[in-house]
């Protein structure tokens, strides 16, 4: 059997800072036990505008609704309510792919 592979559900502009490899911890309330490369799904709803800016962008510039890339996650640390995930390698696909299945709030299997 084929090993399946998370999407992990970002918004914009932070999926595209995890891709040129800028961001390197994600922050969650809840830790991860995960310890390998996953999805980045750029979602629908965008960051705070101010992010955006300070890329010279604005919502709307980057790919929203599709996976982006992968990334490996290497640690968790942290403490209850505020945790960073460690990001390493990113990796951006060719051509961005829309998911077959809905998209879910953190993780979610994209076929």
């Known amino acids: 059997m084929a090993n399946v592979?998370?999407?992990?559900s970002v918004r914009q502009p932070y999926a595209e800072l995890i891709?040129?490899?800028?961001?390197?911890?994600?922050?969650?309330s809840q830790p991860t036990n995960k310890r390998?490369?996953?999805y980045i799904y750029?979602?629908?709803?965008?960051?705070?505008?101010?992010?955006?800016?300070?890329?010279?962008?604005?919502?709307?510039d980057l790919p929203a609704g599709v996976i982006i890339g992968t990334v490996e996650i290497v640690n968790c640390t942290g403490r209850?309510?505020?945790?960073?995930?460690?990001?390493a390698n990113p990796e951006?696909?060719?051509e961005s792919i829309k998911p077959e299945?809905?998209?879910?709030?953190v993780w979610f299997i994209p076929f």
């Open 80 to 87: 209850p309510g505020d945790y960073e995930w460690h990001l």
């Open 92 to 94: 951006r696909l060719a």
């Open 5 to 8: 592979m998370s999407a992990l």
């Open 19 to 28: 891709m040129r490899g800028k961001k390197k911890f994600e922050y969650r």
């Open 36 to 38: 390998e490369r996953v």
């Open 42 to 60: 750029a979602s629908l709803t965008p960051g705070d505008e101010r992010d955006f800016r300070d890329l010279k962008l604005k919502p709307g």
């Open 101 to 105: 299945k809905k998209p879910q709030p």
